[in-house]
């Protein structure tokens, strides 16, 4: 089995991890057309197949910025809260039990 860290991509080489900055950029660079995706891939060593997996991808999602996105993260948000209070609840009536049966038990 492979370690996560000596795990190798295609053709024995190390795989590189861009971060999403950079892959924004890259993939913003691709949709202006200015160059071909084969220029930008030897400027930023990034193979061109890559390029236009993350062009695809930021069309596609690039909608959701000015739709209905930040609802979605905000029905998250209102979601998680609501986990959260009910998991608050529940611990309480844990240690009110708790505290009751110490005293009983030491009291």
């Not at 660079?29 to 695809?56: C, D, L, M």
């Amino acid at each position: 089995m492979y370690n996560v860290k000596e795990r190798r991509g295609f053709m024995g080489q190390p795989r590189k991890r861009h971060d999403a900055s950079f892959k924004a950029r890259v993939a913003l660079e691709a949709i202006k057309g200015e160059r071909t995706i084969g220029e930008i891939a030897s400027e930023t060593g990034v193979h061109p197949n890559q390029i236009s997996k993350w062009k695809k991808q930021a069309l596609e999602e690039l909608p959701e910025i000015f739709s209905g996105g930040r609802k979605k993260g905000k029905k998250n948000s209102e979601e998680l809260e609501s986990e959260l209070y009910k998991q608050i609840g529940q611990l309480k009536v844990e240690l009110d039990w708790l505290k009751k049966k110490y005293r009983m038990f030491h009291g």
